[in-house]
Structures are given as structure tokens and as C-alpha cells.
């Protein structure tokens, strides 16, 4: 399925406008590259005075990415947050064990209760290579790449790329030319997902909006009526921008907002690409 196309129903939840007119504490959803961290440099400098007002107003930040959970934790540490993250387009959801004063999962590892949504990353791996093998087209995924190609793709270092390797739930992928729709189409033949930041994504039936929803719903549970603001920049982070009450879309990088996405007329759609974009 092509989540350009895609809505909240998919997964039963109606998307409606919320009256969070008499909701008490506020979440704050926000993908990473491209939104809080420059595209290019992974910088998150242009975005601290956002930062700084959020913290001062105890406002949960929760990361929305598709980093892996290896990734994701470098940046909570450099900013010092200690609240749930969602890793790889919503394959993961990972709650500091002891955050909610209930528990949630079954599944608690490395200091964390863990929510997967998503197929493992070596069913994953096997569907795409038998897909690739079946249509002889030549994509490549990161678990084809050493950490230096990958370094070079990204723009990340190689220690960076090798923390961007240690995935979970879904498989990004390039093509050596133009997208291939046969290959698109083959994915979605195969009943999977597919989806689109600066690189293509292949996953199981999980998606950043239906990890959001989770998040809330235990925030609600604990804290009672919450209003939720969420931050992105693109395709990837279509799914969320529709399940949050308040989207803000961020510029890309080329200036313009991202054209493939319709949300509704209440989204604020910001002045600035970027980080700086964040300020609005």
C-alpha cells in the first residue's frame, strides 16, 4: 500500500478534528531528519530555542523517526530526554521502564517495556531480496552495504552508519537509477508497506501514525485528556501529521513544502525549512 494513500481508517480509527479545547497536558510528536536535525548536517542547533521552551514547559518530546532505536538513542542522550521514542517509521515503540506508573508490555529489554508493531528485520530482509531476486532489478538495501557505503549514501559517519545498520523492523532501499513501480508494486502484491523520506522503506503493517496513537492513548491513561502537536517534513511522516491534533509540516530543504502531502486545512505550515522551521 502506498501511504501517500493512506489514512487513518486503515487501522479502524476514525480521523476527525478533536475540541481540545479542555485538554490539560500537552505531547509533542516530532520526526527527526529534516524536522529537528538538519537534512544535510544532523544538526539540531537551529532548533534549541524550540527546544529550550519545551523543556521549561515540561512538555514531553517524543522522537518519531525512521532511525533505528542505536541512532535514536545517541540524540536523546545529547539532549538529555528521557521520555518514549518511536524508532524505524513506527516498527518500535520504546517506554523508560517505570514512565507510566502501569505496566504496558511484556517485552522489557535493556531498561525498556517495547511495543513492536513491525515484522522483524530478517523476515523483512528475506521478502525484499526474494522480491529483488524475482523482478532482477537491482536495488539495493542498507543490509547490502558496508557502513562506508553506507557513510557516503547518508552523509553519516562511519561509526553513525554503523548504528544506522543495527535495524529492527525495516529495510531503506535505493534504487541505482529512477524508481522502479514494478518493484513498488511488488510490495504492495506482497500485502507489505512502503514509504518514502530521503530513502525508500520497506516494512510490515506498521506505520508512524498507529505507533503515535499508542503513545497518546497511554498518556491519556495516565494524565487524562491530552492534546497532541506533531512535527514533519515528509511522506514518511504523512501517517502521524493525520493522527496528531495539531500537524505542523515543516519546508524541505529545497524551500517548499512537501507537495505529496494533503492533510487538512487546520495543519500550520511553517515559514522556514528545516530546523529553524521548528520555531514556529
Known amino acids: 500500500m502506498r501511504l501517500i494513500e493512506y489514512s487513518i481508517d486503515h487501522q479502524g480509527e476514525q480521523l476527525k478534528k478533536r475540541d481540545t479545547s479542555n485538554t490539560g497536558k500537552s505531547v509533542l510528536f516530532t520526526d527527526l531528519d529534516g524536522t529537528l536535525l538538519d537534512a544535510r548536517t544532523y544538526s539540531f542547533d537551529k532548533a534549541m530555542p524550540a527546544l529550550d521552551a519545551v523543556r521549561e514547559r515540561r512538555i514531553p518530546l517524543i522522537f518519531v523517526s525512521s532511525k533505528t532505536r542505536a541512532e535514536i538513542e545517541v540524540y536523546r542522550k545529547r539532549l ?28 522489557g529489554r535493556d531498561g525498556y517495556e517495547i511495543i513492536s508493531l513491525g515484522l522483524s528485520y530478517g523476515e523483512i530482509r528475506k521478502r525484499f531480496a526474494e522480491m529483488r531476486d524475482r523482478l532482477g532489478i537491482a536495488v539495493r538495501g542498507f543490509g547490502d552495504m558496508s557502513a562506508e557505503e553506507v557513510a557516503a549514501l547518508t552523509g553519516l559517519t562511519v561509526e553513525e552508519a554503523c548504528l544506522a ?10 534504487f541505482p537509477d529512477k524508481p522502479e513501480d514494478r518493484f513498488l508494486r511488488e510490495i504492495e502484491g506482497e500485502k507489505l508497506l ?17 505507533a503515535v496513537n499508542i503513545v497518546r492513548r497511554l498518556y491519556e491513561r495516565r494524565d487524562g485528556p491530552v492534546m497532541t502537536v506533531g512535527i514533519g517534513d515528509s511522506l514518511n511522516d504523512l501517517p502521524f501529521l493525520l493522527a496528531v491534533d495539531r500537524p505542523v509540516l515543516v519546508k524541505k530543504e529545497s524551500g517548499r513544502h512537501d507537495a505529496r502531502i494533503n492533510i487538512p486545512d487546520w ?11 521548528t520555531k514556529r
Open 165 to 174: 545498520k543495527q535495524r529492527d523492523y525495516e529495510e531503506p532501499f535505493v
Open 80 to 107: 538529555d530526554n528521557g521520555h518514549p521514542f518511536i524508532s524505524e517509521n513506527g516498527g518500535g515503540i520504546y517506554l523508560p521502564a517505570g514512565y507510566f506508573p502501569f505496566h504496558v508490555s511484556d517485552d
Open 194 to 210: 512502503w514509504t518514502q523520506g530521503r530513502f525508500f522503506h520497506l516494512m510490515g503493517d506498521h506505520h508512524k501514525g498507529r
Open 267 to 277: 495543519c500550520v505550515r511553517t515559514a522556514s525549512a528545516r530546523p529553524a522551521g
